[in-house]
């Protein structure tokens, strides 16, 4: 039926058209673009430069070195670079998040309806909207970079340029991840509010009992035992592995990407067939 | 050639494993024709049109569209058929072109083919001038047009159409009646539509189906339905005081015949041959005509005599409410 129409397709035909609009929606909006990055550029300037940690450390101790202290404590003598590298994993949360949303709002202005009358693939639907937020995410992690840069980020002695694709790397997999887990929460919602609350409850404490701001292994027990299940303390490690530490632990990063890989596979899987069970439904 | 577009036999949609939105559903639409989805809120149109449309599953029976089940060869379905929806689906963001390219991209028409097939379509649908703006600046009708454009681009050979003159002013609704009875002049194709407006369904479709509680109550063309309620009305008034009821009752096509304070209710079949006759026999015996009328049922008779007149508000699902509040508010602003 298909060549009498002209349309001849594979089975991911429609994958880029349906990321790309939500793309560009993005990339088209300079203002909305620019005001996604200022959060990320507010917590690493106010947070991470006001917390200056090293401060706390007496210089008038003999034997006590500010310096040594941080190296053993944050992997790296600035707190600052600790905390700019939590902030791409927080920025990937908060922007697979949002794709989480756009599902919500693609039911109630009944694109959703649309596109699933045609005849592109209910799992490309789905994919659409995780590559979107995994891709925007991405780029986000290269801006914080360069902004952290900016703003004296110290790299590693062992820091070598192509460890930033190592970076993109992880920051893929815990967005896929992460996409696929937001959107099987909100696929069934017919309005903002609820995925909205759900969403809410488990970003604070998702970005909170991570090594985001501090390391783990200086945490209570009981929540040491909550920031070695979290998937974005392996994504943080690994980053800092990669750009910030002077020494890279391979074992812990190869742990790292496990980890993270393994947590991207399962709850995509699941999120994926949940959604597309409720979209055939 | 010509043969069945449709064929829905005992389709039925339970949902939560009780409430029953549409209740084995029995009808045919012939290839060509337009064909009326009547009904009042609640009704089951959506449930139905969203069954062949196979964005919902039926839980009994089966249909068809152009001979491809819409169950198990959904994608077939999917090919042949376009939707132009009730709501406003096109993506504020992004311009009237880029919308009609991205349906296009879901159907996986190549680029060039897709592009050419736009122009067409813009052209057809008087959007030229605007291909380019974004569509957050298109007025109600403008955006309604585009979703025709957007339902016709892998030129479907079943169009549906879920409420396609909701909200519009008359000039913007007369004008899509032009685009829908030129589409099925031009292209031969099959109209599927729901629609809340009796005169709509009366101006546009060949046969109409009117649905309520889940069920088709009645299945015929708009002329047909409004002949079964019995004719028209023809009212008049005499001079004279004398009773003329039996005389007028002997006239040809007189079905009945009431008099009430002085005015005659007589039902006949067809009003416009029967009134000469009426006013010939009474002038013959001498009677002279003072006041005269003649109403034929229109649609919305037929549609209350089936449908009672109750309000359905309570019925609507809140996700349709919630679904024409959006509607307004994008339209607003």
Known sequence: ?281 | MTGDALVVEGLTKVFNKNLVAVDHVNFTVKEGEIFGFLGPNGAGKTTTINMLITILKPTEGKASVLGFDIAKQNNDVRNVIGIVPQEYTADEDLTGLENILLCADLYGIPRNVAKERAMDLLKLVELTDFKDKKVETYSGGMRRRLELACGLINRPKVLFLDEPTLGLDVQTRTATWEYIRKLKKEFGMTLFMTTHYLEEADALCDRVAIIDHGKIIVVGSPAELKHNLGGDLITLAIKENDDVSGLIQKVEHVKEVRKEDGTYRIKAEVGEITTPLIIEALQKKGYAVMRLSLTEPTLNEVYLEYTGRSMRDAEESRENAMTQRMVRMRRTH
């Open chain 1, 1 to 281: 039926m298909s060549e009498t129409n002209g349309n001849s397709r594979s089975k991911l035909h429609g994958l880029w058209a349906l990321t790309n609009r939500e793309l560009k929606k993005w990339y088209k909006e300079p203002v909305l673009f620019l005001l996604s990055m200022i959060q990320p550029i507010l917590w690493m300037g106010l947070l991470g430069k006001s917390m200056n940690l090293s401060a706390l450390i007496p210089t008038n101790i003999p034997g006590l070195d500010s310096k040594t202290l941080m190296q053993q404590t944050f992997g790296t003598s600035d707190y600052f670079s600790f905390m700019a590298v939590g902030m791409i994993g927080m920025t990937a949360l908060f922007t697979t998040m949002f794709s989480g949303m756009s599902v919500v709002w693609d039911r109630r202005l009944g694109f959703l309806n649309k596109a699933l009358s045609t005849p592109v693939s209910r799992a490309v639907i789905i994919f659409s909207k995780v590559l979107s937020a995994t891709l925007r995410s991405m780029f986000q992690a290269g801006i914080i970079i360069l902004i952290a840069v900016a703003f004296g980020l110290q790299f590693g002695a062992d820091f070598n340029p192509l460890n930033i694709l190592g970076v993109f790397a992880i920051i893929f997999l815990l967005c896929v991840g992460l996409s696929s887990l937001f959107i099987a929460i909100t696929i069934r919602s017919t309005r903002m509010e609820t995925p909205m609350a759900v969403m809410n409850l488990i970003n604070l404490p998702m970005m909170f009992a991570s090594n985001a701001f501090f390391p783990g292994k200086l945490m209570p027990d009981w929540l040491q035992n909550v920031v070695q299940v979290n998937p974005l303390s392996y994504t943080n490690d690994a980053v800092r592995q990669l750009l910030i530490v002077n020494t890279v632990d391979y074992t812990q990063l190869l742990l790292d990407f496990a980890c993270v890989g393994v947590f991207a596979v399962i709850v995509a899987t699941i999120g994926i067939v949940l959604s597309w069970r409720f979209l055939s439904k």
